[in-house]
């Protein structure tokens, strides 16, 4: 059974930094992309950053600049470096994981989620 087990979430003020982790189990998932996606309270989930088997980065534009996706294929762990956080970047941060090797901006090319890390920036 795959598992997506996020951590690193909690509460920060404008200007911080988070790092998000993401630890799977049950699959490696260095052949696959991987992706973070995260939803506001009243706002649909949306795409965050994404990373393809080759490390090919993809990147929201609100995040572009300010976030880092990368992966450690040994520990089968993915991260998101979160850096000069702004209080609209507060939102439940889910990991996803893909059946293919190409990153996706979307959400129904991710067969795999974790249980999500709640991230809230005060002003």
């Known amino acids: 059974q795959v598992q997506l087990v996020e951590s690193g979430g909690g509460l920060v003020q404008a200007g911080g930094s988070l790092r998000l982790s993401c630890a799977a189990s049950g699959r490696t998932f260095g052949s696959y992309a991987m992706g973070w996606f995260r939803q506001a309270p009243g706002k649909e989930r949306e795409f965050v950053a994404a990373i393809a088997w080759s490390d090919t980065t993809y990147y929201a534009n609100s995040v572009k600049g300010r976030f880092t996706i990368s992966r450690d294929n040994a520990k089968n762990t993915v991260y998101l470096q979160m850096n000069s956080l702004k209080p609209e970047d507060t939102a439940v941060y889910y990991c996803?994981?893909?059946?293919?090797?190409?990153?996706?901006?979307?959400?129904?090319?991710?067969?795999?989620w974790g249980q999500g890390t709640q991230v809230t920036v005060s002003s």
């Open positions: 996803a994981g893909s059946g293919g090797s190409y990153a996706s901006t979307s959400e129904g090319q991710y067969d795999y």
